[in-house]
C-alpha cells in the first residue's frame, strides 16, 4: 500500500522552546491515521506542518506524491483540513457556506451548486441547508464544516480534533461519516484527546508527548505493549476466597471485595487453562471479568506529565 503521507525528521522550535523533536510518520492510503496525545504534545503543529500553514525548521515531506517544500500548491490541491475551531460563517445559511467553498474553488455556478446539494444530503443538512449557520447545534456546525472541507473532493483529509465539545450522539456520527470518507479512498490524519475516538477509528496510532513520538502502531499492537492483563474473580464466601487464594497463589488479593485479580492476558488459551483450574478445585466463582490494556493504559504509560508541556 502506497504512501498518502510521509514525514522524516520534523523539527519546530520557537524561539527556545522545543515543539517538535525529529518525528517520523508515514500514512498510508485509505486509511486513518490518529495523532494522540496530550495537551500542548505537538499534534496541532505537526497538522499545521503537514497542510502548509507552517513550515518546518528541518524534515522532509511529501505529500499525496509531492514534496511539500518544491511544490506546495499541488500539495494543497490535493488536501483538506478542518481545524479545531469552526470555519462556519453564522451570518450565511449552510448551502451558502458550501456555494462560498466552491467559488472559491472554481467550481462555477451550476457545478458549485451541484456539489453544495450534494454534501448537504450527504451530511444529512437539506432541512437546515435554507437556515443561518449560527443557529445551528455545535454537531451540525461540525458536519457542515466537514462538509466545506469536502467540497474540492480532497484526496487526504486532516482533522484536529474533530469531535472536541460534540455530545456523544454528534460524535458517534462524526465517526460515521469519517469512516463513509475512507470507505470511499479518502485518507485521513486525525488529531485527538479522546482514546476512544483513536481507538474506534484508527488503523494505525501514534502518541506524542513533549513533542517526540513515543508509541506508534495498530491499536492492538499499542495495546501489547503494556504488561497489566488479568482476570478479576469474585467470591460470595469468605471460605470460598481463601480456598481460591491457595488455588492461585500469584493472584492479588483483596479480602475486603472477596476478589482475586489472576494475571492472564486474555488470550483462548490462558483463559481455558484458568477455567480448568477453578474446575478441577471445584471453586464457586460468583463473577469473572477479563481485563486486557486499553488505549487508557497505553497512554499513561508512554507519555509522562511530570515535565513542563511544549505548546500544541
Known amino acids: 500500500m502506497s504512501a498518502a503521507i510521509e514525514a522524516l525528521g520534523l523539527h519546530k522550535s520557537y524561539g527556545d522552546k ?17 495523532l494522540l ?3 500542548g504534545a505537538g499534534k496541532t503543529t505537526a497538522v499545521q506542518i503537514l497542510s502548509t500553514l507552517i513550515t518546518a525548521d528541518a ?8 514534496d511539500l517544500y518544491a511544490d506546495p500548491d499541488a500539495v494543497r490541491a490535493a488536501i483538506g483540513v478542518t481545524g ?27 457545478a458549485g451548486r451541484e456539489r453544495a446539494d450534494r454534501l448537504l444530503e450527504q451530511f444529512d443538512l437539506v432541512e437546515a441547508g435554507g437556515k443561518l ?4 447545534s455545535g454537531g451540525m456546525k461540525r458536519r457542515l464544516d466537514l462538509a466545506m472541507t469536502l467540497v474540492g473532493s480532497p484526496q487526504i483529509i486532516f482533522l484536529d480534533e ?21 470507505a470511499g479512498g479518502v485518507t485521513v490524519l486525525l488529531t485527538t484527546q479522546y482514546l476512544e475516538e483513536a481507538d474506534q477509528l484508527a488503523d494505525r496510532i501514534a502518541v506524542l508527548d513533549h513533542g ?3 508509541a506508534q502502531g495498530t491499536p492492538e499492537e499499542l495495546k501489547r505493549l503494556v504488561p497489566g492483563g488479568h482476570v478479576q474473580l469474585r467470591f460470595n464466601s469468605p471460605e470460598e476466597f481463601t480456598l481460591a487464594g491457595q488455588v492461585l497463589p500469584t493472584a492479588l488479593p483483596n479480602a475486603e471485595a472477596l476478589t482475586l485479580q489472576v494475571p492472564n492476558d486474555g488470550s483462548v488459551h490462558a483463559l481455558r487453562d484458568l477455567l480448568t483450574r477453578i474446575e478441577d478445585a471445584s471453586l464457586e466463582v460468583s463473577e ?11 497512554f499513561f504509560a508512554v507519555t509522562d506529565h511530570s515535565q513542563q508541556k511544549v505548546a500544541s
Open 162 to 182: 474533530p469531535t472536541t465539545g460534540l455530545d456523544p450522539r454528534s460524535r458517534h456520527s462524526m465517526w460515521s461519516m469519517i469512516r463513509e470518507l475512507v
Open 18 to 34: 522545543l515543539v517538535l523533536d525529529g518525528i517520523d510518520l508515514t500514512v498510508a492510503q485509505g486509511t486513518i491515521f490518529a
Open 37 to 39: 496525545g496530550p495537551n
Open 212 to 214: 517526540r513520538l513515543v
Open 84 to 110: 479545531q475551531f469552526s470555519a462556519v460563517d453564522g451570518l450565511l445559511t449552510g448551502r451558502e457556506n458550501l456555494i462560498m467553498m466552491a467559488d472559491l474553488y472554481h467550481l462555477g455556478r451550476r
Open 288 to 298: 469473572l471479568t477479563v481485563h486486557t490494556p486499553d488505549l487508557d493504559d497505553v
Open 59 to 66: 524534515g522532509q515531506i511529501r505529500v499525496a506524491g509531492h
Open 133 to 136: 449557520a449560527m443557529t445551528y
